[in-house]
């Protein structure tokens, strides 16, 4: 008779995601209602509670949905260990069916709430891709005090992208620094990949610099939006790669930067807010060979998670939560040079930094 601690028969070889994965947990639920999987991935706590956003749309199965978690989970600790941020990384996926009426959806959030009331703060919450601030007010109705971004009349910060938003835009400008000299970027061209929340704040900051833009969005009620401004270009999605620019910055979802978009840049560099823009570790090679300057995705778009657990959680003012997020732009200087004097790419630089820094706190830790 065989035990649960028998090991696997020689013919079983699928290796489950998290037996790749240098994390600590995952609680995973099923919300049998909305037949909805919950998975809340905890990385790595060495610099404080697991903290990330909730992710939520519809995936092609259970196993894309934990695998997205666990990898956006490992880049919220990189995101707080590069500047010594008191979090920890944590994200939770709530992998939705293709279609959720409404109310569904509140009893949805209501339910998860409850799992993160009940989890004690091992996982501290934010909005991401397919939640909102108003989502945040719902699930903190029965999961308080561990949701942040909840909005100002609820007693929350409200909307993270603003401080993603300004984080992006300190990063563009210490990469044209970087590219060519202290001077005025009036005139460069900055292509925006998605003008969503992020997307559209950032607009608003390069168009006061003078700085030309060109964007594109899938949906096509923004292809007309800015017709005439002689500053603001439309781009057929499927042209974006091809565009020349002098920074591409991409805030749609992650993923966009593989064997077969790279080849096609035209762009100097790569600074944008989408997490996980790289398909693999291997791309940032990639970009390097082609001379493609990148800036980390996890050091450029920390500005929401910082700005808003700093002022929810650690008594910051909007002035203070301001101030620290346009240092985006003075750390990302510092890993261009690290990479730069040690000869490797960028990313690499940004995780010996981050690793550097988790190490130095476990041992201090007693
Ligand atoms: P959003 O959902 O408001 O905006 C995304 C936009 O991209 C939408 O307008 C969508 O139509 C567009 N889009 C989707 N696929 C596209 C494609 N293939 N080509 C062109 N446009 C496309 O999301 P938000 O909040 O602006 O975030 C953008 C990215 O930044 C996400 O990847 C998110 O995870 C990341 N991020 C956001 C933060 C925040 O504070 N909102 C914080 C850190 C990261
Ligand atoms: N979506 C944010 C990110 O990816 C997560 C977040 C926002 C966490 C706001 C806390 C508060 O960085």
């Known amino acids: 008779m065989s035990s649960a601690l028998d090991p696997a028969p020689a013919t079983v070889t699928r290796v489950h995601p998290q037996q790749r994965w240098d994390g600590e947990l995952v609680v995973t639920h099923f919300d049998a209602p909305t037949r909805s999987m919950i998975f809340i991935a905890v990385h790595n706590t060495t610099l404080g509670p ?82 909102s601030t108003a989502d945040m007010d719902v699930i903190a109705e029965t999961g308080a005090p561990y949701v942040f971004s909840r909005s100002v009349g609820k007693g929350g910060a409200g909307d993270s992208s603003g401080f993603t938003a300004l984080g992006v835009y300190r990063a563009i ?87 077969e978009t790279i080849p096609q840049l035209r762009c100097r560099a790569v600074v944008g807010a989408a997490n996980n823009q790289l398909q693999s570790p291997e791309m940032a090679e990639r970009l390097r060979a082609r001379g493609i300057l990148y800036a980390p995705d996890f050091v450029v778009n920390i500005g929401g998670a910082m700005g808003i657990t700093g002022m929810e959680a650690m008594g910051w003012s909007e002035a203070d939560a301001t101030r620290e997020v346009e240092k985006v732009g003075a750390t990302l200087r510092e890993i261009y040079a690290r990479a730069a004097a040690e000869n490797i790419t960028t990313l690499a630089a940004a995780h010996r930094l981050a690793e550097a820094n988790l190490l130095s706190a476990q041992s201090r830790s007693p």
């Open 173 to 259: 400008l210490a990469t044209f620094a970087q590219l060519d000299g202290e001077g005025s970027p009036a005139g460069k061209t900055v292509l925006i990949q998605g003008l969503g929340n992020v997307g559209r704040k950032l607009l608003a900051h390069l168009r006061r610099d003078g700085i030309r833009v060109r964007f594109s969005d899938v949906n096509p009620a923004l292809r007309t939006e800015f017709a005439g401004d002689p500053q603001i270009e439309f781009i057929p999605p499927d042209e974006i790669h091809a565009t020349p620019c002098d920074v591409f910055a991409p805030c749609a979802l992650g993923g966009g930067l593989n064997a």
């Open 50 to 131: 697991a903290t990330g956003g909730t992710r939520m749309m519809h995936y092609a199965s259970p196993d894309d949905a934990l695998e997205d978690a666990l990898r956006l989970a490992r880049g919220m600790t990189l995101k707080f260990a590069v500047p010594r941020f008191a979090c920890g990384g944590g994200k939770a996926v709530i992998a939705i069916p293709a279609t959720l009426e409404p109310e569904a959806r509140l009893g949805l959030l209501r339910r998860y709430g409850g799992l993160l009331k009940k989890l004690n703060g091992l996982f501290y919450t934010g909005p991401d891709v397919g939640t």
